[in-house]
């Protein structure tokens, strides 16, 4: 399974933004697939997940009724709708994936759980 991050970039405090993560190769409904943020010197945290059969929604508090994590009908396209964003949310943001038996694993696992991993793409807020 490959996956490819994009839509990063910089924004003021209380601005959004949408990061979209193309998936391609042989996945199911068994899968979750979650993004995780880094922060420079710190291991990849957990942000938020979806089970690709279903589209059950998993969010770190940090995030929770800020940030949205939406797939498109065709499990092709996997999107992060970020609102209010704060300095706070500067970091790389990476999606993955992992089949995980229908569910997906706790959005604070750690980040070795999941298999497959996109390059990343970089927000920073100002």
């Known amino acids: 399974v490959q996956l490819v991050e994009s839509g990063g970039g910089s924004v003021q405090a209380g601005g959004s933004l949408t990061l979209s993560c193309e998936v391609s190769g042989s996945i199911d409904g068994t899968n979750c697939i979650g993004w995780f943020r880094q922060y420079p010197g710190k291991e990849r945290e957990g942000v938020a997940a979806i089970v690709t059969l279903g589209g059950t929604t998993y969010y770190d508090d940090s995030v929770t009724g800020r940030f949205t994590i939406s797939k498109d009908s065709a499990e092709i396209t996997l999107y992060l709708q970020m609102n209010n964003l704060k300095p706070e949310d500067t970091a790389w943001y990476y999606c993955?994936?992992?089949?995980?038996?229908?569910?997906?694993?706790?959005?604070?696992?750690?980040?070795?759980?999941?298999?497959?991993w996109g390059q990343g793409t970089q927000v920073t807020v100002s």
């Open positions: 993955a994936i992992v089949d995980y038996g229908g569910r997906c694993p706790a959005v604070d696992v750690r980040y070795d759980t999941y298999k497959d």
